[in-house]
């Protein structure tokens, strides 16, 4: 369905009806319900106006799911899904499930627009500073390859940079290349030393993670547990 975020999906009324009829009459399939994406919600830097366009989307697809039912479709699962308005939809009663895929780690783009902070973001990625030129600038080993080219999802950079500094957050992660990350240093600021080992909370943890053939888990400071990344580079 096409709540709002006008992507994909069908529009709610009759567009909704004749989808779900074709799909019901064809050969092999059964009918299972509605599935929309709030996505427009990114576009709210406002928590309220936030919550309030992830509300409305959740119920225009209850509505839909309603409307199905009325006319012989009924919807087992009515399905929503997006970080930022995860905790609106889980309140619209007839919700059946939810799908934030970023919610599992979250990111600086959560942090930008107050969602989460960083104590919540879970994904971080570990880089060594490989170059210090000059008192303004630092280069390190991670690029494009490792923290993505990404800077906000649907195209919105709701984060300054290409990623946080934990505990240097004055230090901005100006741009990138394959290989390395350019460090912009305000003299009066931070600093860092080649060697050093720094911290990213990197813009958005999705394409970052897709990237990793494996994730270290780590628990007050020591290593517990490798996860390979199954799906990773599954993209076809």
Known sequence: MNTGLNRVGVAPGAEA??????????????????????????AYPDAGERAAAGRAASERLVAVARELAAAGLPCERVSSGSTPGA??????????????????????????????TPERCALRVLVTVVSHAARDRAVIDAGSKT????????????????GIVV???DV????????HGWLRLDPRGSDVAIGEALTI???????????APELVMVRDGGIVDRWPVAAQGRVQ
């Not at 009459?25 to 299972?32: H, M, Q, S, V, W």
């Not at 923290?147 to 290409?162: E, I, N, P, Q, V």
């Open 87 to 116: 905790s609106a939809s889980a309140a619209v009663e007839g919700v059946t499930e939810l799908r934030p895929g970023n919610y599992v780690f979250y990111d600086a783009m959560q942090i930008g627009l107050g969602v989460a």
């Open 201 to 211: 909370i990197p813009v958005h943890s999705c394409p970052v993670a897709n990237l």
């Open 17 to 42: 009806l004749a989808l779900a009829r074709k799909v019901a009459d064809a050969p092999g399939l059964r009918f299972g319900g509605v599935c929309a994406h709030e996505g427009m919600t990114y």
């Open 172 to 179: 901005q992660i100006e741009r990138l290349s394959e290989e």
């Open 147 to 162: 923290l993505t080219s990404d800077k906000g999802a649907h195209g919105m950079a709701s984060s300054g940079g290409y």
């Open 167 to 169: 505990g240097k957050e």
